[in-house]
């Protein structure tokens, strides 16, 4: 088992800034065996959206609608991953949330949205 924990959300005035962080715990054979790590979202009334990914070898993939805006990052030693956000906008409020996922394959966008773990979330209010 694996426990994510997010923090880092708050409220900002569009175009501001926000860093998300992920904190990873669990056995060190289940963190280990964990390569792909991604960043997913949810506004009301919407569906989930998967917002950036990042393999074992730090290759990252973005939703179109964060491109050049946000900056997904991992720091193994500390189990921990990030998500830059800049030039905020209305349009990215939401609820963010933390997954990590196992197994072979791609580390697609939509993988983040049935990854094998997931944290609580974290709320982000951009207001214009």
């Known amino acids: 088992q694996v426990l994510l924990a997010e923090s880092g959300g708050g409220s900002v005035q569009a175009g501001g800034s926000l860093r998300l962080s992920c904190a990873a715990y669990?056995?060190?054979?289940?963190?280990?065996?964990?390569?792909?790590m991604a960043w997913f979202r949810q506004a009301p009334g919407k569906e989930r959206e998967g917002v950036a990914t990042?393999?074992?070898?730090?290759?990252?993939r973005y939703a179109d609608s964060v491109k050049g805006r946000f900056t997904i990052s991992q720091d193994n030693a500390k189990n921990a991953l990030y998500l830059q956000m800049n030039s905020l906008k209305p349009e990215d409020t939401g609820m963010y949330f933390c997954?990590?996922?196992?197994?072979?394959?791609?580390?697609?966008?939509?993988?983040?949205?049935?990854?094998?773990?997931r944290g609580q979330g974290t709320q982000v209010t951009v207001s214009s």
């Open positions: 997954a990590a996922d196992v197994g072979g394959g791609y580390c697609f966008l939509d993988r983040a949205l049935r990854a094998k773990y």
């Open positions: 990042i393999d074992r070898n730090a290759y990252t």
């Open positions: 669990g056995y060190t054979y289940n963190i280990d065996n964990i390569n792909c």
